[in-house]
Antibody, heavy 116, light 112 residues
Framework: EVQLLESGGGLVQPGGSLRLSCAAS????????MSWVRQAPGRGLEWVSS????????YYTDSVKGRFTISRDNSKNTVHLQMNSLRADDTAVYYC?????????WGQGTLVTASS | DVVMTQSPLSLPGTLGQPASISCRSS???????????LNWFHQRPGQSPRRLIY???NRDSGVPDRFSGSGSGTDFTLKISRVEAEDVGIYYC?????????FGQGTKLEIK
């Protein structure tokens, strides 16, 4: 059974940093792209970042380029999202998603709130 | 970025009756590998999205066969042959052909 468990969300002041983690199980992690997708309160879905299985390719939406960094540790079946220079409009539930262009499973999400 | 436009945004469904959601993309969704990456997701209140359909018309395991996807190019449709109470929630189309991947605005299905 595929499981994705996100952690690391919380309240942070604008300009601050957070590191999200996603622990994966139930599938061959190193063979799968992994992604982060976010949903602002009461809003729709926005793709944030993806990383290839071998971690060579990383991809970011324009609004987070230069501020967010995606990484993975295939020995620990985990993927991370380092978020720096957080802004109020980064406030959202962040979902860890298995796969990329045909993503097939999402975690329950972790809430990030950037507010003073 | 590829813009995904769903209609309607609000869908009053009738139990036992069919329902349909349209999704149009601003660019063709055929990837260089030859596949068309148009997926459909369903999100119930307080839950994470669940994929229903991938690559236009492939139903995920465990998804009732009353759900079907169709379309090509820039015009796609999700159909529910007979609406059931558990189908309420928000439906999103998503394109995975061009980076950044993008979603439609969502269609909220409620039972009238």
């Amino acid at each position: 059974e595929v499981q994705l468990l996100e952690s690391g969300g919380g309240l942070v002041q604008p300009g601050g940093s957070l590191r999200l983690s996603c622990a994966a199980s139930g599938f061959t992690f190193s063979s799968s792209s992994m992604s982060w997708v976010r949903q602002a309160p009461g809003r729709g879905l926005e793709w944030v970042s993806s990383i290839d299985g071998d971690a060579i390719g990383t991809y970011y939406t324009d609004s987070v380029k230069g501020r967010f960094t995606i990484s993975r540790d295939n020995s620990k079946n985990t993927v991370h999202l380092q978020m720096n220079s957080l802004r109020a409009d980064d406030t959202a539930v962040y979902y860890c998603a298995k796969g990329g262009r045909a993503t097939d499973f999402w975690g329950q999400g972790t809430l990030v709130t950037a507010s003073s | 970025d590829v813009v995904m436009t769903q209609s309607p945004l609000s869908l009053p469904g009738t139990l036992g009756q069919p329902a349909s959601i349209s999704c149009r993309s601003s660019q063709r969704l055929v990837h260089s590998d030859g596949d068309t990456y148009l997926n459909w997701f369903h999100q119930r209140p307080g839950q994470s999205p669940r994929r229903l359909i991938y690559k236009v018309s492939n139903r995920d395991s465990g998804v009732p066969d009353r759900f079907s996807g169709s379309g090509s190019g820039t015009d796609f449709t999700l159909k529910i042959s007979r609406v059931e109470a558990e189908d309420v929630g928000i439906y999103y189309c998503m394109q995975g052909a061009h980076w950044p991947y993008t979603f439609g605005q969502g269609t909220k299905l409620e039972i009238k």
